[in-house]
């Protein structure tokens, strides 16, 4: 991580913060010396400056017939860092411990973690109203930062790029799709969408909360007599969301979060076979001193009072009012423009549980959902080469047309923590790398 960098400002007509000090620019950008690595501040409104950081893969063979893919990661939340979490806790090339790490994705395409919205991670607002209140502002914002990436990382222009998206990131990664793919259409945007990808995602709040009680108790954490009182609690939710009022179904939400958190003994909502108390993540206890250190000192443009956080409670309450607005609508627009749309979840995850998923894929208003829910599912198996597997399943997979499906088991809500092996198989097959 200490390797030489050479600092180039793209000299544009706004201005950004280099070094704590102002300076004539839309972005500052920092090469490694090995060109190998790539990052920097785009100004995407006034005052509100998004991070981003590009990694180029060491197994990079990219030809005209077979260009090499880039997948463009977004943190949950809302409020959680890419940077930080999708980066050195999840699929970047370095762990929490800066150790090389065996199953990041780098080896199947390069990679790019941005810390959005404004207000994550090192991106910041030098205004606090000028954080985002609503999923279009944020998708508006990632929009410019991809006009501008398109110029900052040229291998973008080539390359198909695959919106990666976790938990609130899937439903932000399907609304900057759509956005895509409608700047595309309107030749506005010079890129070309690989496909959107819906790991463990925030698609459908109703259907989620509908789904909570019934999981439990099918494994045995929630008896019984609490299904009806909490399934009438999850048919307010939909009530509510179905007549727009996205704020009152949140707190009606935290109302079902607080019953089953209390009827259960505060199961974790990341993994149903763990307590709340239980993290599956390693690393969580050093991180922030990772970032605001040796990974600060070596990004060198850091604004001097930018501190970076895991998660950003100020962004998270922001998009309160929207929270709870589902995307089903944005997943059917990409499906219909073609655009390959790829579902994962992890077997025991609870917040975006699997059942919750099922039922929001079978509402798709899509012409060939009934020809995806009839076909079988085909077991995964990891391999590590062609005469040797792992011998158990590790998942399963259906695909039609551009709807594909990954059910991967023994995972919680973050599969490339939980099974990494997988999840390295699983994105190699979605970017045909």
Request: hydrophobic share 45%; aromatic share 8%.
């Amino acid at each position: 991580m200490a390797c030489p960098i050479k600092v180039v400002a793209s000299i544009f007509l706004l201005c950004f913060l280099l070094n704590g000090e102002k300076a004539c620019g839309a972005t500052a950008t920092v090469t490694s010396a090995d060109a190998m690595e790539r990052w920097g501040y785009i100004q995407v409104r006034p005052k509100a400056h998004l991070f981003w950081w590009f990694y180029k893969s060491p197994q990079r063979v990219s030809s005209p017939a077979k260009p090499w893919p880039t997948v463009l990661w977004l943190q949950g939340g809302p409020g959680g860092s890419g940077v930080g979490g999708g980066n050195f806790m999840g699929i970047g090339p370095l762990d929490a411990n800066l150790k090389p790490r065996n199953s990041t994705w780098l080896q199947k395409a390069d990679l790019i973690f941005v810390d959005l919205p404004v207000g994550v991670g090192y991106s910041y607002a030098e205004d606090p109203s000028l954080l985002a209140r609503t999923d279009s502002e944020v998708v508006a914002d990632a929009t410019e930062l991809l006009k501008v990436l398109t110029i900052e990382i040229p291998t973008l222009q080539t390359s198909p790029l695959y919106l990666v998206g976790e938990s609130y990131g899937g439903k932000l990664a399907s609304m900057i799709g759509v956005s895509m793919a409608r700047a595309i259409h309107a030749g506005t945007l010079k890129l070309s969408l690989g496909g959107v990808v819906l790991g463990d995602s925030w698609i459908s709040p109703g259907d989620f909360a509908l789904s909570y009680a019934q999981v439990l108790h099918g494994v045995s954490r929630l008896d019984g007599n609490i299904i009806t009182p909490a399934n009438k609690i999850a048919a307010t939710v939909n009530e509510e969301i179905a007549a727009g009022q996205f704020a009152k179904a949140y707190t009606t939400w935290v109302k079902l979060v607080d019953l089953i958190d209390s009827k259960s003994s505060s199961v974790n909502w990341e993994n149903i076979l763990l307590d709340a108390t239980i993290t599956t993540q390693s690393g969580r206890k050093t991180i922030g001193d990772i970032m605001n250190g040796v990974i600060r000192k070596k990004l060198k443009i850091i604004p001097k009072d930018v501190v970076w956080q895991a998660a950003s409670l100020p962004v998270n309450n922001a998009l309160d009012n929207v929270f709870m607005k589902p995307a089903i609508n944005e997943v059917e627009e990409l499906l219909e423009y073609g655009v390959d749309v790829t579902i994962y979840n992890g077997q025991l995850d609870l917040i975006c549980s699997t059942m919750g998923v099922e039922a929001w894929v079978n509402k798709l208003k899509w012409d060939g959902l009934k020809n995806f829910l009839s076909l079988p599912r085909q077991e995964m198996l990891v391999c590590d080469s062609a005469m040797h597997c792992s011998p158990s399943i590790n998942g399963f997979h259906k695909s039609y047309k551009n709807l594909h499906f990954y059910w991967i088991l023994g995972s919680g809500h973050r599969v490339p923590v939980d099974q990494p092996d997988t999840a390295l198989m699983m994105i190699g097959q979605i970017t045909h790398s």
